[in-house]
């Protein structure tokens, strides 16, 4: 049974008529295996039936709080451009519908493959197997003015920081008060707060006084005395402010109340927090109660009536408040009297506690007067715990409770309905839901498809974990949810008081300030913004220290990234109050999930209350601006910036273009995507965001790196030559001549889409003074000199910007010897240009992409980027790059590259850029993450067979030996790790001496040079290191066949263990 609520197209409004908008007709709805019939009776014997076919729902979006669905459909012929087709019903369960329809859509999907079953959306607090994105649901008003008016970003972050830093500031995590003065309300029916001083004509003079806050007034007088007590009626009060110095003088804060006969009374506090929410909530609830709502105090937050909602039909004013059970129930739903006999207690399905019938206790007197008051619902659900390990924990009934506080609404669970406020004075609750924590509910548990699960389940996910309840029926299911929505709804602006913390390893800091080795760093997350506190290492006790606070307008977008199974959080932060540049931070930790939503619950929070904030400013109610100056218009965001989801964002096509397989190799089976919520300049849309493939490993090389070709075998390669086609004049120097059985994956990579006019502009390869001599690396088929960019646009500004410090240097080398180890990541960022690398390499052959992203509002323009290479490591092409970025733009370049010969250092990269908004200059030359290591492969062998190559590498030149010293401590497990990593050798052990002080290892260097026969020359590297700890150094001993192949291993060892 149900309702027709609204409708438009031809599907519905054929069989209705037109114009349906707000109907509540009544009808009956008949699920069928193919379709869903919706009847209406007109009179005795006529009926209207519409049959809507499940194969034409292509939108499902549902509104449990207010019990409602909307189902869009495909367009026919008849319908109109305009307004697409859709039927919104009103149901008396919604919750037990989603769940036939949801059987429906999933027996039809399995008969007919080619129907695709359209993804359920959810609407306000509510969510399904994937909850809301961020933003898009829209929260309850509880202010006359209209909704998604916001005071400008200044304003509020100004506001924040002045709040953070005062009597707002957040308590540690465990040692919330709200949860304390919650309790005494509970229990005692008011709030009492210590007094430190007292002002007023009318004040006995004492320095052991309390005011009392209640329902009805404000009682002042001394701690446990009822002598000489003042009462202030709230009648008789006209007005009252909370004065907060705490930013300025601690101890000066307290509340001012003004009376009917223009006495004026000050009470100072400690916590002025604390009194401001509870004084506003008994305040607003007495306005509300005497018929006087538009009077509640502006700009408070707690206790204030709702004044409209968003429902699948638009805004409205809020429906009638759902009404619970305030009586005491026993487990059958029995309301219980003193005296009587208890129902033995079942402690979980189908078992019995106790067989003895007990009598229930007397009730609590002093509960009993407020009891209805607090209470706003009651009853038995059941929930996972006890005994048992994981899931197989037993299902426990247990009396929960749903109290409506000074402090906000809380979910408070007891073992049985003996323990709450009603029947003893004893603190006894089992634990405590905060549901002004909680980021969403979930009508029917993601559980729920296990066998141990029982029906009629939902969760609470709140930002401290997550609770799945179950109840004994539908209804109660569906009564239990409507109430908890009211309540989450009721405190959409009550802030929680105490940090959120999360223990972080930063991964990228563009200062460097934060330790990237260890998780040190805590990410602090509480009301007005995030704090980043890491040890300080000049304290004697080494606390922590505050480095940065992000104020939530700071906030530019974040995203959930995974590398290897390790989940990140990046965050995009802008630097100060101009919004004008911006900082990336990316920060790994297990629970980067519940951090991101935390971020997100907080941003919500933080809008609403600044929203109501602004009622306090003088004209709010005449014509508020939203967030970017225009009147009228609400805000999606806290930077007004709305994103079409249906449309690929920016950001996404861009990270589509690095995340390709650009080598072209197998991939496996796609990887599901990881939930990302990445703000686009707003926080109006996510997305996700699927972590790159991982390529299968490189078939194995032609040549065995120690077989008969080898350097290492038992005599040295014949003389190399080079094939003729391979000494040619052209400017661009020819691929190798390809192995055996096919073309090179170079020649298919030059293929790329770049013309061959600008590839032949842009790239200069000098002509090969010579052929292979009796070393094949003495010169080379590509060239002896460096494969370089032309440059033809060196505009001269007259302002240079200054160069990295040495600091940033630090970083940058930081960045590097990451990158070589994971094969990409940042790479370059001066706070305005950030550019991030990803590295794909099989075998001799690599492809560097880069990714460019300005940060700064304006244009980055006459941007040139060019590579040199020296000393002759690679060939390469260099795809067209950006020669100017605009505002807040992207763009990628890609680098194909072959190794040629061992040869060090590796190439460096250089960038020159204006920046149109500092008129500066500036340049910059950093090494590429491109070394000779790169393109070594490890090899596995035995003790024995290592050292018997080891001593065949004793001629001159085929060893180089260097002693160390490191400027940081020396820690073998670096070394060791740096070993496999960066220097890409594989460990050997079973040698008499190695140890963790002596370790080895072994590997291939492939280069694209070719031998007589057209195979590549493939290299066998040697390593020994070994390191004094004490003397904080290493002496590293390194063996090849070529002198030159050891000086250039020596040369990049060097580079990346100092």
């Known amino acids: 049974k149900g309702e027709l609520h609204s409708a438009s197209g031809n599907l519905i409004c054929a069989t209705f008529g037109k114009n349906i908008k707000f109907a509540k007709r009544p009808i009956t709805i008949i699920c069928k295996s193919s379709s869903m019939d919706l009847?209406?009776?007109?009179?005795?014997?006529?009926?209207?039936?519409?049959?809507?076919?499940?194969?034409?729902?292509?939108?499902?979006?549902?509104?449990?709080?207010?019990?409602?669905?909307?189902?869009?459909?495909?367009?026919?012929?008849?319908?109109?451009?305009?307004?697409?087709?859709?039927?919104?019903?009103?149901?008396?369960?919604?919750?037990?519908?989603?769940?036939?329809?949801?059987?429906?859509?999933?027996?039809?999907?399995?008969?007919?493959?080619?129907?695709?079953?359209?993804?359920?959306?959810?609407?306000?607090?509510?969510?399904?197997?994937?909850?809301?994105?961020?933003?898009?649901?829209?929260?309850?008003?509880?202010?006359?003015?209209?909704?998604?008016?916001?005071?400008?970003?200044?304003?509020?972050?100004?506001?924040?920081?002045?709040?953070?830093?005062?009597?707002?500031?957040?308590?540690?995590?465990?040692?919330?008060?709200?949860?304390?003065?919650?309790?005494?309300?509970?229990?005692?029916?008011?709030?009492?707060?210590?007094?430190?001083?007292?002002?007023?004509?009318?004040?006995?003079?004492?320095?052991?006084?309390?005011?009392?806050?209640?329902?009805?007034?404000?009682?002042?007088?001394?701690?446990?005395?009822?002598?000489?007590?003042?009462?202030?009626?709230?009648?008789?009060?006209?007005?009252?402010?909370?004065?907060?110095?705490?930013?300025?003088?601690?101890?000066?804060?307290?509340?001012?109340?003004?009376?009917?006969?223009?006495e004026s009374v000050f009470f100072g506090v400690s916590f002025i927090r604390d009194v401001k929410h509870t004084l506003e909530y008994f305040w607003n609830r007495?306005?509300?109660?005497?018929?006087?709502?538009?009077?509640?105090?502006?700009?408070?937050?707690?206790?204030?009536?709702?004044?409209?909602?968003?429902?699948?039909?638009?805004?409205?004013?809020?429906?009638?408040?759902?009404?619970?059970?305030?009586?005491?129930?026993?487990?059958?739903?029995?309301?219980?009297?003193?005296?009587?006999?208890?129902?033995?207690?079942?402690?979980?399905?189908?078992?019995?506690?106790?067989?003895?019938?007990?009598?229930?206790?007397?009730?609590?007197?002093?509960?009993?007067?407020?009891?209805?008051?607090?209470?706003?619902?009651?009853?038995?659900?059941?929930?996972?715990?006890?005994?048992?390990?994981?899931?197989?924990?037993?299902?426990?009934?247990?009396?929960?409770?749903?109290?409506?506080?000074?402090?906000?609404?809380?979910?408070?669970?007891?073992?049985?309905?003996?323990?709450?406020?009603?029947?003893?004075?004893?603190?006894?609750?089992?634990?405590?839901?905060?549901?002004?924590?909680?980021?969403?509910?979930?009508?029917?548990?993601?559980?729920?498809?296990?066998?141990?699960?029982?029906?009629?389940?939902?969760?609470?996910?709140?930002?401290?974990?997550?609770?799945?309840?179950?109840?004994?029926?539908?209804?109660?299911?569906?009564?239990?949810?409507?109430?908890?929505?009211?309540?989450?709804?009721?405190?959409?602006?009550?802030?929680?008081?105490?940090?959120?913390?999360?223990?972080?390893?930063?991964?990228?800091?563009?200062?460097?300030?934060?330790?990237?080795?260890?998780?040190?760093?805590?990410?602090?997350?509480?009301?007005?913004?995030?704090?980043?506190?890491?040890?300080?290492?000049?304290?004697?006790?080494?606390?922590?220290?505050?480095?940065?606070?992000?104020?939530?307008?700071?906030?530019?977008?974040?995203?959930?990234?995974?590398?290897?199974?390790?989940?990140?959080?990046?965050?995009?932060?802008?630097?100060?109050?101009?919004?004008?540049?911006?900082?990336?931070?990316?920060?790994?930790?297990?629970?980067?999930?519940?951090?991101?939503?935390?971020?997100?619950?907080?941003?919500?929070?933080?809008?609403?209350?600044?929203?109501?904030?602004?009622?306090?400013?003088?004209?709010?109610?005449?014509?508020?601006?939203?967030?970017?100056?225009?009147?009228?218009?609400?805000?999606?965001?806290?930077?007004?910036?709305?994103?079409?989801?249906?449309?690929?964002?920016?950001?996404?096509?861009?990270?589509?273009?690095?995340?390709?397989?650009?080598?072209?190799?197998?991939?496996?089976?796609?990887?599901?995507?990881?939930?990302?919520?990445?703000?686009?300049?707003?926080?109006?849309?996510?997305?996700?965001?699927?972590?790159?493939?991982?390529a299968r490993p490189a078939p194995a090389v032609v040549a065995d790196p120690f077989g008969d070709d080898d350097p290492f075998g038992l005599g040295p390669l014949s003389a190399a030559t080079v094939p003729a086609s391979a000494v040619n004049t052209a400017s661009r120097a020819p691929a190798p001549t390809a192995p055996k059985g096919g073309s090179t994956l170079l020649d298919d990579l030059l293929m790329d889409p770049i013309p061959s006019s600008t590839a032949a502009s842009n790239v200069t390869i000098n002509k090969p003074s010579d052929v292979f001599g009796s070393d094949p690396f003495g010169d080379d088929p590509f060239g002896s000199s460096p494969t370089s960019l032309s440059s033809g646009l060196g505009q001269k500004v007259e302002k240079p910007a200054p160069p990295l410090t040495p600091f940033q240097q630090a970083q940058h080398k930081s960045w590097l010897t990451a990158a070589l180890a994971a094969n990409g990541g940042p790479f370059y960022d001066d706070g305005v240009l950030q550019v991030t690398s990803k590295i794909e390499i099989r075998g001799s052959q690599c492809r560097l992409s880069l990714a460019y992203v300005n940060n700064s509002p304006g244009t980055l323009s006459d941007l040139q980027v060019s590579i040199a290479d020296p000393a002759g490591l690679i060939r390469f092409e260099l795809g067209v790059g950006p020669t100017s970025l605009p505002g807040l733009g992207r763009h990628s370049q890609v680098m194909m590259a072959e190794c040629i010969k061992p040869a060090g250092p590796g190439p460096s990269w250089s960038v020159s850029y204006l920046d149109s908004l500092s008129l500066q200059r500036r340049s910059c030359t950093l090494p590429l993450p491109l070394l000779l290591t790169s393109f070594i492969e490890p090899l596995a062998l035995s003790g024995d067979d290592f050292s018997a190559r080891w001593q065949m590498l004793v001629g001159a030149g085929q060893e180089s030996q260097e002693i160390l010293k490191p400027l940081r401590p020396l820690v073998p497990g670096e070394v060791q790790a740096a070993l496999v990593t960066v220097l890409r050798l594989g460990r050997i052990n079973g040698i008499a001496d190695s140890s963790e002080y002596v370790i080895y290892g072994a590997g291939s260097l492939r280069t694209g040079a070719v031998t007589s026969t057209g195979e590549k020359i493939n290299v066998g590297c040697l390593a020994k290191i070994e390191m004094n700890v004490q003397a904080n150094a290493m002496r590293v001993t390194l063996r090849t066949l070529h002198p030159a192949a050891t000086a250039a291993l020596l040369q990049a060892t060097k580079f990346l263990l100092l």
């Not at 039927?87 to 059987?103: Q, R």
């Not at 219980?336 to 208890?342: D, E, F, T």
Request: glycine content about 8%; hydrophobic content about 35%; aromatic content about 10%.
């Open 286 to 694: 007495y306005k509300v109660s005497v018929g006087q709502e538009k009077e509640v105090k502006l700009g408070s937050t707690h206790g204030r009536p709702i004044m409209s909602v968003y429902t699948l039909s638009g805004e409205i004013p809020p429906p009638d408040p759902p009404v619970g059970h305030c009586e005491v129930i026993d487990q059958d739903g029995i309301v219980v009297r003193p005296g009587g006999k208890m129902v033995p207690r079942r402690n979980s399905i189908g078992q019995i506690a106790a067989k003895e019938m007990k009598v229930v206790p007397s009730e609590n007197r002093e509960v009993k007067r407020h009891w209805h008051k607090v209470v706003l619902h009651q009853g038995w659900l059941l929930k996972q715990g006890g005994v048992g390990v994981g899931t197989a924990k037993s299902w426990i009934k247990r009396y929960f409770v749903l109290y409506k506080t000074s402090q906000g609404h809380f979910l408070v669970y007891y073992s049985d309905f003996t323990e709450c406020p009603m029947y003893t004075t004893e603190k006894n609750h089992r634990n405590i839901v905060d549901l002004a924590k909680a980021t969403f509910i979930r009508p029917g548990s993601n559980k729920s498809d296990s066998v141990d699960i029982p029906a009629y389940c939902f969760d609470i996910v709140t930002t401290e974990r997550e609770w799945t309840l179950c109840a004994e029926s539908q209804e109660n299911v569906l009564k239990w949810l409507k109430l908890i929505n009211f309540a989450v709804d009721a405190d959409v602006a009550i802030l929680a008081d105490e940090e959120l913390l999360f223990k972080v390893k930063p991964k990228v800091d563009p200062l460097g300030i934060l330790n990237p080795s260890d998780y040190s760093t805590t990410l602090k997350v509480s009301a007005n913004g995030i704090s980043v506190c890491a040890p300080d290492v000049t304290r004697k006790d080494g606390s922590d220290r505050e480095y940065y606070f992000w104020v939530y307008t700071d906030f530019f977008k974040w995203s959930l990234l995974s590398q290897g199974g390790k989940l990140a959080l990046l965050v995009n932060v802008f630097a100060d109050s101009s919004f004008s540049r911006r900082n990336e931070y990316i920060f790994r930790n297990k629970e980067a999930v519940r951090l991101a939503t935390a971020i997100e619950y907080f941003i919500e929070k933080f809008m609403s209350v600044m929203h109501i904030r602004l009622e306090t400013q003088e004209g709010a109610f005449d014509d508020v601006g939203d967030v970017n100056g225009e009147a009228g218009a609400p805000t999606a965001g806290l930077h007004g910036i709305s994103v079409d989801d249906d449309a690929p964002h920016e950001d996404e096509i861009d990270l589509q273009l690095v995340e390709e397989n650009l080598l072209d190799m197998e991939i496996s089976p796609a990887i599901p995507a990881v939930p990302s919520y990445k703000h686009d300049n707003d926080f109006a849309a996510g997305s996700f965001v699927t972590p790159s493939v991982p």
């Open 39 to 262: 009847i209406e009776e007109v009179g005795i014997t006529n009926r209207k039936q519409a049959i809507v076919p499940y194969a034409l729902i292509n939108g499902i979006s549902w509104d449990h709080g207010n019990s409602e669905v909307k189902f869009d459909f495909t367009k026919g012929e008849d319908d109109d451009d305009e307004t697409p087709p859709f039927v919104i019903l009103t149901l008396s369960n919604s919750v037990e519908f989603e769940g036939e329809v949801k059987l429906r859509l999933n027996g039809l999907a399995s008969t007919n493959r080619g129907i695709k079953i359209p993804s359920p959306l959810y609407f306000g607090m509510f969510a399904g197997a994937t909850k809301p994105k961020p933003f898009q649901r829209k929260r309850p008003n509880l202010s006359s003015l209209p909704s998604g008016k916001l005071p400008p970003l200044a304003e509020m972050r100004s506001q924040a920081l002045e709040l953070h830093k005062g009597a707002y500031r957040p308590c540690p995590q465990g040692e919330s008060r709200r949860m304390s003065i919650a309790l005494q309300h509970i229990y005692e029916g008011c709030n009492t707060f210590q007094v430190i001083s007292a002002r007023g004509s009318s004040l006995p003079s004492r320095s052991d006084s309390t005011i009392v806050i209640n329902d009805e007034c404000i009682t002042f007088g001394p701690r446990g005395s009822n002598d000489n007590r003042v009462e202030y009626l709230f009648s008789d009060i006209t007005d009252w402010n909370a004065v907060d110095n705490e930013s300025f003088r601690s101890g000066e804060s307290g509340i001012n109340i003004t009376l009917s006969n223009d």
